[in-house]
């Protein structure tokens, strides 16, 4: 797996000199991954300034494009996102924003550039939402071209009301969560090695 | 608050041949209506013979008809729903849809039959989804005429994987979901009570 | 109904040196409320630095603050957004998450300070996701003390596919939307004019 | 792709006494297959008796373990759905929940049955409400096992309010829906058939 790249886009409402939950419970899947030999990168979408628009560069110091370059490299991108009243964060929905402004790039074969690469999601909340947070996520992935293996929703809620989030709350002992972490990073690097194998064919797809 | 009447359509899977966990989280609610005086009653809507389709009455013995005619005459209707792959279920739907079926039928001052009538939800499952489940319950009763006031969005969810649901997880102790009853309990009570005294006037709400 | 003040939040992901399909929906409204003596404002989200957070100042020259401000002071706020990908956009999302971030403050009874006001959502797009966008909005603001009244969510949308939104499509044509256009206008300053008269008793609801 | 097979779900609530829209939806993609010599079977699951539950059979006549027999032996497995109030149809909602309820079934390598199956999602509507349904039910199949291909969302809904559906509106004449047509039938089959020579190693994600 020596040849794979992650991206995550880490969609937390705090810059990196704040600790995520989300990012915690990423670094469970990248051991996995950097241990079976596959580059990870993560990035804290708040410590960029990302303009609002549907447009590859929205100018004025816009550093989605270095962004976008990551992400035309990777061969996963894993979309990181807090909950907020059961959804996804600002900053997440910002990132799906911005990749759907590229989305009518299109590769070599005509398809769009998203084909060929692999998609999942990672939540945390201390509550309720990761469900409706992970559908949203990975159907505007797949909508744009990303595919989608099974189990590539990775998420830790709690019980109900206030209360810890996945660090605090010592998330990393459910079992549930410990086995979704394996599922996500196990078929996200399966499917990429295939698709580098066997692409998609230009048939009924190109744009 | 001696003349008003709550209907609670429990959209379990279970008959009442057995128990609901989200029959359990309205009991708790109901406790309260009656000891204001105010009268309630649960239907199990795994009970009855509900056909699919958008009509007040589909035929072929069809026991819809009867709960409208409670729905007709209740001043507070509550939705159950549990969760499953953190969503509303079937029956929960098949309720929005039979409601919406009856969506074109007016009051005497030409506003659809829901207008007056106050909305909420009481949602439970073993773990995420409730705010989802709301959000779509409490968007379509709104959508039909009914009125949602504040905090009517009652649940219970337990933390991320499989595992207890209300009854066996103890949830009467989650003091979040205890506060949410009486939020949802006092408010539909005191917009139900305030409606019947002051109706919505026909003017740009008639069909 | 001249002391009610109505504030539109438009979530559009452009500013205000540009048109916004969502504002010329919102506009029809607007022509009512004043008609009647409601006193309108409109504030394009994208105009103001609105830093990321659940505070209620996040500091460095946050300008939510002086828009919490107005939304103290409106007896009905709606929210406006477009539609990307079927959600509604990542600044209607912000604008909930900064609400979210003062629903602990209380009001002099003791409830959350967004009691006694009314909400409503003003929604466009090219195609598809109005309800969708609807139901989280609505959702979310009924959550944190506002109160629904019926048939407040007004849309346009056409055609599945690319086209044009609004503006460009006549959507002031549309019946439906017309019709939704009145309701949402109606039925809004009808409830703000009687929760000025009627406030909710503090029973059962303060934080 | 002659060893190939295609189930189609039609979660339409009317049964195949009348016409459908999302049938004829699905026919387009047929034909296509067909034309591949992929062998297809439409299911319209009003017709059958499918009672509510989360077990594989409930018992008392239960004809879904039928639909579950053909499911297992199909490699493309499409869900279709109408819409209601901007949301997937109770019958879908239901298949939805009778997969969930034999997702704990395994195959020979100790993976959920549904591993190594594709998915994908029809739906039409008058107006409003497909990507919201889309994503609802991709999730869901992607949750309990199947892979979900790029661009497997195939939708045709028309301008906001009431108004003639698919086949009365000649959506078949709509560039965006039949482009989408194209893309789920032929990006199926690819990933179908990648499966088929190319298994998902039991690593990470036996249950």
């Given amino acids: ?67 976008l370059e990551k992400i035309k490299e990777a061969n996963i991108v894993l979309i990181g996102t807090p909950l907020w009243l059961g959804e996804k964060s600002s900053l997440a929905t ?23 690469k692999v998609g999942g999601v990672i939540v945390t909340g201390n509550e309720d939402g990761a469900k409706h947070a992970a559908a949203s996520i ?25 209360g810890p989030s996945f660090v605090d709350a010592d998330g990393k002992e459910n079992n549930f969560t410990q086995k979704h972490v394996e599922m996500l990073t196990y078929n996200t690097m399966y499917f990429a090695k295939l698709l580098k194998e066997h692409s998609i064919p230009a048939k009924g797809n190109t744009l």
Avoid at 13 to 42: C, M, P
Avoid at 105 to 112: D, F, L, M, P, S
């Fill in 1 to 67: 797996m020596n040849d794979l790249k992650v991206l995550f886009l880490n969609g937390s409402l705090k810059d990196s000199k704040e600790g995520s939950n989300t990012e915690a419970l990423f670094e469970q899947s990248r051991d996995i991954y950097e241990h079976e030999g596959v580059v990870t990168e993560s990035i804290r979408l708040a410590d960029y300034h990302i303009p609002y628009g549907i447009n590859g560069d929205m100018g004025n110091g816009d550093e989605w494009p270095m962004i």
């Fill in 94 to 116: 910002l990132a799906i924003e911005r990749l759907y402004g590229s989305s009518g790039e299109t590769n070599q074969k005509g398809q769009a550039i998203y084909y060929n």
């Fill in 138 to 162: 990975l159907y505007g992935l797949s909508h744009i071209g990303f595919v989608i293996p099974p189990n590539v929703d990775t998420y830790w809620v709690g019980e109900a009301g206030p």
